[in-house]
């Protein structure tokens, strides 16, 4: 049974920082896959902020411009585990974010963590 269990989120003050997890078990993590992460405000849209496609050696992050320069997207296959890392937080980064996996043509949700950028 494929899982992803989200972490990390919490209140943060404009300008600052955190990071989240998804830590993914279930599968052989250092497979081909594509992996992202979306999020959700209240009233809006889930929208794509970052995706990772790993195929061998390969990998590849693409970003939303709204968070380019201040996010960055990795992956730890030694803990089966994907981080958002997220600098330079504004009060519109507030919202729920969510863990994404595509893999052998299956599609997984993490269970999201809440990210509030407020002073």
């Known amino acids: 049974q494929v899982q992803l269990v989200e972490s990390g989120g919490g209140l943060v003050q404009p300008g600052g920082s955190l990071r989240l997890s998804c830590e993914v078990s279930g599968i052989e993590f250092s497979s081909s896959k594509t992996m992202r992460w979306y999020r959700q405000a209240p009233g809006k849209e889930r929208e794509l902020v970052a995706a990772?496609?790993?195929?061998?050696?390969?990998?590849?992050?693409d970003y939303v411009d709204s968070v380019k320069g201040r996010f960055t997207s990795s992956l730890d296959n030694t803990k089966s585990t994907q981080y958002l890392q997220m600098n330079s937080l504004k009060p519109e980064d507030t919202a729920v974010y969510y863990c994404?996996?595509?893999?052998?043509?299956?599609?997984?949700w993490g269970t999201g963590t809440q990210v509030t950028v407020s002073s």
């Open positions: 994404f996996l595509v893999h052998l043509g299956s599609e997984y």
């Open positions: 990772t496609t790993t195929s061998g050696s390969f990998i590849y992050t």
